[in-house]
């Protein structure tokens, strides 16, 4: 709402500053109009969105002036992508994206609680995220010793810390 009604009103307010005071009224009239309606548009797309496997499929719903109904045959998809905006991340929300061989961007499932996209994407394409996902009760880092890169001897060379010692002084 903030992002919709506030640049709006502050822009008439501005113009009424330094214009005319008629472009004052018009702010506050354009803030008292737009807080209700931006609202109730709000609570109708929240209302309209959900998602969920049934079978073989993905079903996804969206939308506040056209609800669109998503049914995807999960076989078909290829791969996920998990995007988030600065907005939704304050949320604790992303939207999924499924990738499949038919078509250009994909099918976009809007505001998943980002607790729990990972384990709805898995559930959705069983075997495309199982490498990326730790088990439950595992730690997500190996201990800090048995971690070895490809191609190095095991070794780990000594450096100097900012002061120009070095570590084993």
């Not at 797309?45 to 993905?58: K, N, V, W």
């Not at 976009?108 to 075997?127: C, H, K, N, V």
């Amino acid at each position: 709402m903030v992002c919709v009604v506030l640049p709006g009103t502050a822009l008439l307010a501005g113009l009424g500053v330094t214009l005319t005071p008629v472009l004052l009224h018009c702010a506050w009239v354009f803030a008292v109009v737009a807080t209700p309606l931006v609202l109730w548009l709000a609570r109708d797309a929240y209302r309209s969105l959900g998602h969920g496997l049934q079978g073989g499929f993905l079903v996804a719903r969206s939308g506040t002036f056209s609800r669109d109904t998503l049914v995807l045959r999960r076989s078909a998809i290829a791969a996920w992508t998990f995007t988030d905006s600065p907005f939704t991340r304050r949320s604790g929300l992303v939207t999924l994206t499924a990738a499949v061989a038919a078509g250009e961007d994909g099918y976009r499932i809007r505001d998943l609680a980002a607790s729990e996209a990972a384990g709805f994407a898995a559930a959705a394409g069983p075997g495309i995220l199982a490498e990326f996902l730790v088990p439950a009760g595992e730690s997500p880092v190996a201990p800090r010793d048995s971690r070895q890169f490809p191609g190095s001897s095991g070794r780990t060379q000594q450096g100097l810390h900012r002061s120009g010692k070095s570590p084993a002084t």
